[in-house]
């Protein structure tokens, strides 16, 4: 199972839970409530957006089916609010902190997650929109299913 595959699978995770939106093809009829999930990059738009990129522990490759994975997630308020990045970053907090013994994904694309973690925030300031960046990171161990 390739990176990309298990942040489908916490993104399908937290769209199940209401925490984020997730459409795997990553078109969303705007503005999207909760906010858009996506991939490795921040868009310009929407306001409102939540970012997965993750990474591995070093030593671990491509081909293990046991592995702690290093998320990071970037959450972005709107534009002059200082408090809905917060309520975004901690409803998703709510969702995969502490999370045990737990299937995440769609059927055939699924993982294994017996435990994960939030190891740290950071605030990373407004863009130049005004817009207020949060970045919080977890290790999640997966295994296949």
Known sequence: MTLDD???????????????????????????????IFLDVMPTAPDEVAVLSAGTIPGQTALDTDRIVQLQIRTRGPVGDTT?????AGTIRGVIHDATVQVWGPIGAQIYVPLAVHTSTA???MDANRRLLRSDNYLIH???V
């Not at 916490?10 to 858009?36: C, E, F, K, N, V």
């Not at 809905?84 to 975004?88: D, L, M």
């Open 6 to 36: 298990i942040l489908a699978a916490i993104a399908h995770r937290l769209d199940a839970a209401g925490a984020a939106t997730w459409t795997a093809a990553g078109a969303y009829t705007l503005p999207a409530s909760p906010p858009p």
């Open 84 to 88: 809905g990045v917060h309520i975004t």
């Open 142 to 144: 997966t295994q296949e």
């Open 123 to 125: 605030m990373l300031g």
